[in-house]
Nanobody, 120 residues
Framework: QVQLVESGGGLVQAGGSLRLTCAAS????????MGWYRQAPGKQRELVAD???????NYADSVKGRFTISRDDAKNTVLLQMMSLKPEDTGVFYC??????????????WGQGTQVTVSS
């Protein structure tokens, strides 16, 4: 079973920064697309950013220029550096990954989520 574990959330004042880390573990041969999603209270989960194995990135318009996604395939991790945080960034951040298992089958997993709260 492939598991994703997020860390790095917390409470920060507007204008502050946080860095989220997601570590993947289990029978992984290759990590494919990895990303971060956010679910604000009362809203649907939405894409924040994702990154391909080749390093191509995609960001939600609301975070462009403030957030940076990166990955370290040697450590099976994906990072989200968040700067100039705004109260509207508040929500539960979920890590997502598509992967190829050691035996060759593909799959995807979600992390359990980490809370980010930005106070005004």
């Amino acid at each position: 079973q492939v598991q994703l574990v997020e860390s790095g959330g917390g409470l920060v004042q507007a204008g502050g920064s946080l860095r989220l880390t997601c570590a993947a573990s289990g029978p992984i041969a290759r990590l494919n697309l990895m990303g971060w999603y956010r679910q604000a209270p009362g809203k649907q989960r939405e894409l924040v950013a994702d990154i391909t194995p080749g390093g191509s990135t995609n960001y939600a318009d609301s975070v462009k220029g403030r957030f940076t996604i990166s990955r370290d395939d040697a450590k099976n991790t994906v990072l989200l550096q968040m700067m100039s945080l705004k109260p509207e960034d508040t929500g539960v951040f979920y890590c997502y990954a598509r992967y190829t298992r050691i035996l060759g089958r593909t799959g995807d997993s979600w992390g359990q989520g980490t809370q980010v709260t930005v106070s005004s």
